[in-house]
């Protein structure tokens, strides 16, 4: 049954929104601050059981697609992935939502990116983490145009640019809390998680590369159970 207890101690700093725990139930996202808040970690963590899910076992990876959509999307090179099992199961992921044609944030955050991915591959215990953006026009930016886009920031292996139909495209955003139906109307939030331990959290506003890189460094330590009141 889920039960609900208080984090001991709050997360340092202004850009995080939410932290929430996977224990036998799909992602609980329901701590979130309202769009444009710079608040720290919410203080109440939801959990269904105080131990560590475990992404091996065939439950936890049936309950984690509840979750997080294993629907097929193009990337910037034009191969079809699955979303969870190719991009998502058993790593740690950094998300954002763009479209190549955005004159505000997109820019702005695309090169925030292309600074945490060299900061990344400088760290051999951090090297393998996976980024990801999702476009959200997808009619309009087809592979070939996001290819283009990823070269002019100069992504390296390990960002995937994603695109496909609309409806696939929206359920992986909706899923990620990162859809927005007029896309000039987006706000730069990142999702940022470790999908072994079930941590993720909302970046809001645009962080800096190192408070990004520091946020990547918390959910790969942290013990889900610290956040559970023994």
């Known amino acids: 049954m889920t039960t609900t207890t208080r984090s001991p101690n709050k997360i340092p700093g202004s850009l995080l929104s939410a932290l929430c725990v996977l224990g036998v139930l799909p992602w609980i996202w329901g701590c979130g601050a309202a769009e444009g808040e710079t608040s720290s970690m919410s203080t109440e963590s939801r959990v269904a059981s105080p131990e560590p899910p475990r992404a091996d076992t065939p439950l936890q990876d049936a309950l984690a697609r509840a979750r997080i959509p294993d629907v097929v999307l193009l990337d910037q090179d034009g191969r079809e992935v699955r979303f969870y099992s190719d991009l998502v199961r058993g790593k740690r992921v950094l998300m954002n ?4 044609t955005c004159s505000g944030t997109c ?44 070269e002019k920031y100069g992504a390296q292996p ?3 640019f994603l695109t496909g139909s609309k409806e696939n495209v929206q359920a992986v955003l909706e899923a990620m809390d990162l859809y927005a139906a007029v896309p000039e109307q987006h706000t730069p939030i990142c999702a940022l998680g470790n999908e072994p331990t079930g941590v993720w959290m909302k970046l809001v506003n ?7 890189v520091s946020r990547i460094e918390y959910v790969t330590k942290l013990d889900p159970r610290q956040l559970v009141a023994q």
């Open 107 to 150: 820019p702005a955050q695309t090169s925030i990116f292309t600074s945490v991915q060299r900061h990344l591959k400088q760290r051999p215990e951090l090297a393998d983490v996976q980024l990801i953006s999702v476009s959200l026009d997808p009619l309009q930016d087809r592979p070939a145009r996001l290819k283009e886009f990823a």
């Open 158 to 160: 390990g960002w995937a």
């Open 206 to 212: 645009l962080a800096t590369p190192d408070e990004i």
């Open 97 to 100: 939502a763009i479209y190549t």
